[in-house]
């Protein structure tokens, strides 16, 4: 089992740019999908973007493709999301998620670990 712990959310205008960051513990983390999903208020968690176990597939909702960017340090246990011109609609509270069969992907019931979120507001 993995436990992850996002960071780095907070206040943003829009057009600003923020890094988030995943640290995980437990040694399933090089071997696990990784993902970030996100919760805007008054809706559902909706996906933002996935990477394999190694890095080498990544995927991303239409929303955010060309401004966001997952990455992952398996050396560090840690996984990144850079989110580049940050636009209102942006805003939510930002969860990573751990897939234990590697893979990842799009829907939020194939992951088995998330974290416990960290806030993102963009204003206009």
């Known amino acids: 089992q993995v436990h992850l712990i996002e960071s780095g959310g907070g206040l943003a205008q829009a057009g600003d740019s923020l890094r988030l960051s995943c640290a995980a513990s437990?040694?399933?983390?090089?071997?696990?999908?990784l993902g970030w999903f996100r919760q805007a208020p008054g809706k559902e968690r909706a996906f933002v973007a996935t990477t394999s176990w190694a890095g080498l597939h990544t995927y991303y909702a239409d929303s955010v493709k060309g401004r966001f960017t997952i990455s992952r340090d398996n050396a560090k246990n840690t996984m990144y999301l850079q989110m580049n011109n940050l636009k209102p609609e942006d805003t939510g509270v930002y969860y990573c998620?751990?897939?234990?069969?590697?893979?990842?992907?799009?829907?939020?019931?194939?992951?088995?670990?998330w974290g416990q979120g960290t806030q993102v507001t963009v204003s206009s």
């Open positions: 998620a751990a897939d234990s069969t590697g893979n990842g992907g799009a829907g939020a019931a194939l992951y088995d670990a």
């Open positions: 437990g040694r399933t983390f090089s071997t696990s999908g």
